[in-house]
T-cell receptor, first 112, second 114 residues
Framework: RKEVEQDPGPFNVPEGATVAFNCTYSNSASQSFFWYRQDCRKEPKLLMSVYSSGNEDGRFTAQLNRASQYISLLIRDSKLSDSATYLCVVGSQYSSASKIIFGSGTRLSIRP | DAGVTQSPTHLIKTRGQHVTLRCSPISGHKSVSWYQQVLGQGPQFIFQYYEKEERGRGNFPDRFSARQFPNYSSELNVNALLLGDSALYLC?????????????FGPGTRLTVL
């Protein structure tokens, strides 16, 4: 089983729709959670951090469920510019060593 | 301010050769991590360095090695290249190397092994 799993998609939704992705992780000791966005042939960029209390940034909402070991990303009123691959990232620290695991990504395509 | 820079941007090598990839972090960042990304997959962690010391190592063979210099720049070396080493190699810098801070990625080096 992969340490971080995502539905690869692609999700193909119309502009203005609401779309949600989930990501599951296997290490219950994981301490940090992020969503990164990666455009085609570009480097990943941080979209948002994910906190236990949930957090919202404009049209984007991220949630963490530690009991079920998953994080989610909700995009409301989707725009054409939201088309990208969304990477779930889970981090943990053991003594002085860090471990950061990326999921394989979920491809999102917004159609006009 | 300059972001993370990587060189070269593209590289073509043949099997068995050696390659060195270079990365300069954002000014003030002391940690550099290296990732390998093959098409259709997320970045796979190779190494992390903080203050010139190795702080993490992913599941890669000993053909892969890295180091960090006093100015916090870093090199990734791959020996005895295999076809399967063809990928985008990403460097990311962060303030302190903990998993709690944002990682800033460079544009990557696209390596093709023939």
């Amino acid at each position: 089983r992969k340490e971080v799993e995502q539905d690869p998609g692609p999700f193909n939704v119309p502009e203005g729709a609401t779309v949600a992705f989930n990501c599951t992780y296997s290490n219950s000791a994981s301490q940090s959670f992020f969503w990164y966005r990666q455009d085609c042939r570009k480097e990943p960029k941080l979209l948002m951090s994910v906190y236990s209390s949930g957090n919202e940034d404009g049209r984007f909402t991220a949630q963490l469920n530690r009991a079920s070991q998953y994080i989610s990303l909700l995009i409301r009123d989707s725009k054409l510019s939201d088309s990208a691959t969304y990477l779930c990232v889970v981090g943990s620290q053991y003594s002085s060593a860090s471990k950061i695991i990326f999921g394989s990504g979920t491809r999102l395509s917004i159609r006009p | 301010d300059a972001g993370v820079t990587q060189s070269p941007t593209h590289l073509i090598k043949t099997r068995g050769q050696h390659v060195t990839l270079r990365c300069s972090p954002i000014s003030g960042h002391k940690s550099v991590s290296w990732y390998q990304q093959v098409l259709g997959q997320g970045p796979q962690f190779i190494f992390q360095y903080y203050e010139k010391e190795e702080r993490g190592r992913g599941n890669f063979p000993d053909r892969f090695s890295a180091r960090q210099f006093p100015n916090y720049s870093s090199e990734l070396n791959v020996n005895a290249l295999l076809l399967g080493d063809s990928a985008l190699y990403l460097c990311a810098s962060s303030l302190d190397g903990t998993p709690f801070n944002e990682q800033f990625f460079g544009p990557g080096t696209r390596l093709t092994v023939l």
